[in-house]
């Protein structure tokens, strides 16, 4: 069981079963290209492509889109985040998958409105992994310049492994959680989902 492995080991198995989704593996490298400030692809592809592999599912299976965020807090336009966004549709067309680009610099700028709770300003991308709804999606990667791969995880590995969805109560509502919770436990049934602390 990958999650009771010692920590290099844990990392060795998440490249290994990362890799395993081709769709990914393309969409890390053409990430690359753009060469955006402090990005990652973060969150349900990752965890996902890990439940998938674990269970025994197609690598790619049930995996809505892919989340790739960076940090440039020098231009918090919209006009600039869209430019980027622009690119990306170019760098990442032919792939069988949405690729959902985010300035995390701005979205203490419009998450109130979307989700009804105030968003302090980030000062980094890992501070909005950070924020996720639920510490299992707290997860980035990227890969570095000479090709190594950068990861991070603020709570480990062990949770994505042994399938447990535990909520992180620091900025997303509840409902955020319990929703993503359902929609995730239907299409893996062997996820454990904890409750919303009381």
Not at 67 to 80: M, N, P, Q, R
């Amino acid at each position: 069981m990958p999650g009771r492995l010692p920590l290099p080991d844990q990392l060795a198995a998440l490249r290994s079963a990362l890799s395993r989704n081709e769709v990914l593996t393309a969409v890390l490298a053409r990430a690359s290209a753009l060469e955006l400030p402090g990005w990652y692809v973060t969150s349900g592809c990752l965890f996902q492509t890990v439940w998938n592999v674990a269970t025994g599912r197609p690598p790619a299976g049930g995996i809505k889109d892919y989340d790739l965020f960076y940090f440039d807090d020098s231009d918090l336009s919209w006009a600039a985040e869209d430019a980027v966004i622009r690119a990306g549709r170019e760098v990442f067309a032919g792939l069988p998958a949405e690729v959902e680009i985010r300035n995390e610099a701005r979205v203490h700028l419009w998450y109130e409105e979307k989700f009804g709770v105030p968003c302090p300003p980030y000062d980094s991308t890992e501070a909005a992994i950070d924020s996720f709804a639920a510490t299992t999606c707290c997860l980035g990667v990227r890969l570095e310049p000479d090709g190594e791969w950068r990861v991070y995880a603020p709570h480990g590995l062990s949770d994505i492994y042994n399938l447990v969805l535990r909520p992180n109560p620091v900025l997303a509502p509840r409902e955020v959680y319990e929703t993503k919770a359902r929609r995730w436990k239907g299409e893996w049934p062997e996820l454990t989902v904890l409750p919303w602390p009381d």
